[in-house]
């Protein structure tokens, strides 16, 4: 079924169209997140964090057959590249050296939210092909220079890659409550050598450049933007055959247990850490949803602000953008408030959802300076209640090598990209295919600095496991 079998109609608010529509979209996708429900969305406009006049035109193109919404997906018109966290100003700056517009640019995403998941909001397969067609027909009838669909589900990815777009892979760090186990309760991780799902920061990236036929990019052997694997992540398992068939992977028991399944040097480094925050008189305390009270809230965004402008930076988000989170949505946030002589000091503000089990680890800020308080405030204490409550998966957002360390592994996450200049089209593709090759490189650089124990050594701390 093509777009053409539809009605297709692009609306220039989120607000223009009907929350239960879109969240019943939303509500059939195998990866949803809080971050593309309605009100999430309309937050971020309404507040004015993603208007026009901070370079984010609201196009958010539909497919209808009579009153139905069929397919749905939040498109932007972007005349600048920031807020995304998959860099293309390569390609822009490349643009304008040919004397080019590279912008404006379409991008399917959510505003300042790296978070991977259901982009293509469709009832059925279909759909979704027809959507990503329509988006195509839009950016041409725009005369736009790019289409951009970024954090993707491979739903979307299979979909976009069908009609022709390119792929692009870049890194996070994701930690699973999967506790390694062996038969009555003894611990076992992947065997030497099994697959993990290893990635690798953004480095540099490189413009590329169209001499002549505008068909080349950097080099061979020149700094590229690195990505990761096709992987999620995948909760640790035996060998067909060893053990006793059948044990279910269980979740760690308490921090200490979580601690018990990493390699002696990096366990030695988290108590560290833990311990000086702790010798400094730091102590948390945290609310979630409702019991998150309007001073917390407050405080929190003092925290934050400051952070970013200590960083040269104004914020993404604005005041008003997290009290409408705490008025439609208060039950996906979980926020951290550290103190110290009873006094707060620094905050944590970690996303969540219930249903799925699942926290992301979205903003920070303080307003002290103590040795290690960001792992604490952003890493430990967010696991050690994940563990508490049971939740599985906590996702440590875009880029950060020093989270392999605390146990968050490398996942690849993919976009998917259409440029309607044939040769820079092709000088891109050319440029990804390079990417990859320097992406292999990189994994193997990082599969030798797995945190995680080896099978053998947890044996050997164990002992033998119990005959059957």
């Given at each position: 079924?093509?777009?053409?079998?539809?009605?297709?109609?692009?609306?220039?608010?989120?607000?223009?169209?009907?929350?239960?529509?879109w969240?019943?979209?939303?509500?059939?996708?195998?990866d949803?997140?809080?971050?593309?429900?309605?009100?999430?969305?309309?937050?971020?406009?309404?507040?004015g964090?993603?208007?026009?006049?901070?370079?984010?035109?609201?196009?958010?193109?539909?497919?209808?057959?009579?009153?139905?919404?069929?397919?749905?997906?939040?498109?932007?018109?972007?005349?600048?590249?920031?807020?995304?966290?998959?860099?293309?100003?390569?390609?822009?700056?490349?643009?304008?050296?040919?004397?080019?517009?590279?912008?404006?640019?379409?991008?399917?995403?959510?505003?300042?939210?790296?978070?991977?998941?259901?982009?293509?909001?469709?009832?059925h397969?279909?759909?979704?092909?027809?959507?990503?067609?329509?988006?195509?027909?839009?950016?041409?009838?725009?005369?736009?220079?790019?289409?951009?669909?970024?954090?993707?589900?491979?739903?979307?990815?299979?979909?976009?890659?069908?009609?022709?777009?390119?792929?692009?892979?870049?890194?996070?760090?994701?930690?699973?409550?999967v506790?390694?186990?062996?038969?009555?309760?003894?611990?076992?991780?992947?065997?030497?050598g099994?697959?993990?799902?290893?990635?690798?920061?953004?480095?540099?990236?490189?413009?590329?450049?169209?001499?002549?036929?505008?068909?080349?990019?950097?080099?061979?052997?020149?700094?590229?933007?690195?990505?990761?694997?096709?992987?999620?992540?995948?909760?640790?398992?035996?060998?067909?055959?060893?053990?006793?068939?059948?044990?279910?992977?269980?979740?760690?028991?308490d921090?200490?247990?979580?601690?018990?399944?990493?390699?002696?040097?990096?366990?030695?480094?988290?108590?560290?850490?833990?311990?000086?925050?702790?010798?400094?008189?730091?102590?948390?305390?945290?609310?979630?949803?409702?019991?998150?009270?309007?001073?917390?809230?407050?405080?929190?965004?003092?925290?934050?602000?400051?952070?970013?402008?200590?960083?040269?930076?104004?914020?993404?988000?604005?005041?008003?953008?997290?009290?409408?989170?705490?008025?439609?949505?208060p039950?996906?946030?979980?926020?951290?408030?550290?103190?110290?002589?009873?006094?707060?000091?620094?905050?944590?503000?970690?996303?969540?959802?219930?249903?799925?089990?699942?926290?992301?680890?979205?903003?920070?800020?303080?307003?002290?300076?103590?040795d290690?308080?960001?792992?604490?405030?952003?890493?430990?204490?967010?696991?050690?209640?994940?563990?508490?409550?049971?939740?599985?998966?906590?996702?440590?957002?875009a880029?950060?090598?020093?989270?392999?360390?605390?146990?968050?592994?490398?996942?690849?996450?993919?976009?998917?990209?259409?440029?309607?200049?044939?040769?820079?089209?092709?000088?891109?593709?050319?440029?990804?295919?390079?990417?990859?090759?320097?992406?292999?490189?990189?994994?193997?650089?990082?599969?030798?600095?797995?945190?995680?124990?080896?099978?053998?050594?947890?044996?050997?701390?164990?002992?033998?496991?119990?005959?059957?």
């Open positions: 079924m093509s777009a053409s079998n539809y009605v297709t109609r692009v609306f220039s608010s989120p607000l223009d169209i009907p929350a239960e529509a969240n019943e979209l939303l509500a059939r996708e195998t949803p997140s809080p971050f593309m429900s309605h009100a999430y969305l309309v937050a971020l406009h309404a507040s964090c993603a208007q026009h006049p901070s370079g984010w035109q609201a196009q958010f193109v539909t497919l209808w057959q009579g009153d139905d919404l069929q397919a749905a997906c939040p498109m932007y018109l972007k005349n600048h590249s920031y807020g995304e966290y998959v860099f293309d100003w390569a390609w822009a700056n490349a643009y304008a050296q040919h004397g080019l517009d590279y912008y404006p640019k379409a991008l399917v995403a959510v505003p300042f939210t790296p978070v991977p998941g259901a982009r293509l909001l469709a009832t397969p279909q759909a979704r092909t027809a959507l990503v067609q329509a988006l195509i027909d839009h950016a041409r009838q725009e005369n736009l220079s790019s289409l951009h669909l970024l954090f993707a589900q491979p739903q979307d990815v299979a979909a976009c890659e069908a009609a022709g777009m390119m792929l692009r892979h870049t890194v996070q760090f994701h930690w699973k409550n506790a390694p186990t062996l038969p009555a309760a003894r611990g076992s991780l992947p065997p030497e099994a697959d993990l799902a290893w990635g690798g920061p953004a480095l540099r990236p490189v413009d590329p450049t169209l001499p002549a036929a505008r068909g080349s990019l950097p080099p061979e052997g020149a700094d590229l933007a690195w990505g990761g694997p096709a992987l999620r992540p995948v909760a640790p398992t035996l060998p067909e055959g060893a053990g006793l068939a059948g044990a279910a992977p269980q979740p760690f028991q921090f200490d247990h979580f601690l018990a399944s990493l390699q002696q040097e990096k366990r030695k480094k988290i108590r560290q850490e833990r311990r000086k925050v702790a010798e400094a008189g730091v102590v948390f305390r945290w609310s979630l949803g409702t019991a998150i009270s309007a001073a917390d809230w407050g405080f929190f965004y003092r925290c934050y602000e400051r952070t970013y402008r200590e960083h040269g930076n104004a914020p993404y988000l604005n005041r008003d953008f997290f009290q409408r989170m705490a008025q439609t949505m039950e996906h946030w979980l926020l951290f408030v550290a103190e110290r002589d009873g006094n707060p000091m620094a905050t944590s503000l970690i996303g969540i959802d219930a249903q799925a089990g699942v926290a992301y680890g979205r903003y920070w800020g303080a307003l002290e300076r103590v290690c308080l960001h792992f604490e405030a952003c890493y430990y204490q967010p696991l050690a209640w994940c563990i508490a409550h049971g939740y599985t998966r906590f996702e440590g957002g880029q950060g090598e020093h989270k392999m360390a605390r146990a968050l592994l490398p996942v690849k996450t993919t976009s998917a990209h259409w440029l309607d200049h044939p040769s820079f089209a092709d000088a891109v593709e050319r440029f990804l295919e390079r990417e990859d090759q320097g992406i292999q490189q990189y994994l193997d650089h990082l599969a030798q600095r797995n945190p995680m124990k080896s099978i053998a050594a947890v044996q050997q701390a164990l002992g033998p496991p119990s005959k059957a």
